[in-house]
Structures are given as C-alpha cells and as structure tokens.
C-alpha cells in the first residue's frame, strides 16, 4: 500500500517562505517522477513543479523563479521550497507520485494535501 505523507505548509505572510516534504512509501520499487500541485477554493488543481528520475525538473510559469522541486532519492521523499510568496500561492498542494510495483505495473498516488495560505 503506497502512501503519501506531506507536511510544511501552514500561515505565511507575503514574501515568506515555505518548505513542503513529500515522503512515499510502501509498494514501491521503481519511482519515474514527483511532483506538487495546488487547488485553491473554486478552482482547478493545477500543476506546480515535476522532478523525474533523472531530475528534469518543471514548473509552472506562475511559480518559475521563486519556486524549487528537490528530491532525496534515498528516502523517497520530494521537497517544495517556496520563497517569494505571494497571496495567489494560496490553495492546497497536493503530493504527487508516479512510479511502478515489483510488478512493473505503473501507478499514480496523490497526498492527502496540505494547506498553504498567503496572508498579511
């Protein structure tokens, strides 16, 4: 059973920062790719940065700059830092993983979400 524990987000005023974790674990024998994404109230979630196995990483325009995706190979974990913030980086940000089983079967998990509000 894949699971997605993220933590890091939380109340920050314009032009703070934030560092978001993503640790997998469970069922997982190969990783292609993280990466974050964010829904903010009444809204589409949308992408946020990517990083594949190999690190080509990806980003939203909105967030080019002032955003980066990192990962920890070893402890299957993604990280999200963000500086910069700006009241339209609130919303929640999702977790996402895909990868293959023993199996060589591909899947898609996501996080249960974390809060990021940006607020004076």
């Known amino acids: 059973q894949v699971r997605l524990v993220e933590s890091g987000g939380g109340l920050v005023q314009p032009g703070g920062s934030l560092r978001l974790s993503c640790a997998a674990s469970g069922g997982i024998f190969r990783i292609n790719a993280m990466g974050w994404y964010r829904q903010a109230p009444g809204k589409q979630r949308e992408l946020v940065a990517t990083i594949t196995s190999g690190d080509n990483t990806n980003y939203a325009d909105s967030v080019k700059g002032r955003f980066t995706i990192s990962r920890d190979n070893g402890e299957n974990t993604v990280y999200l830092q963000l500086n910069s913030l700006k009241p339209e980086d609130t919303a929640v940000y999702y977790c996402?993983?895909?990868?293959?089983?023993?199996?060589?079967?591909?899947?898609?998990?996501w996080g249960q979400g974390t809060q990021v509000t940006v607020s004076s």
């Open positions: 996402n993983l895909q990868a293959q089983n023993r199996y060589g079967t591909r899947f898609d998990s």
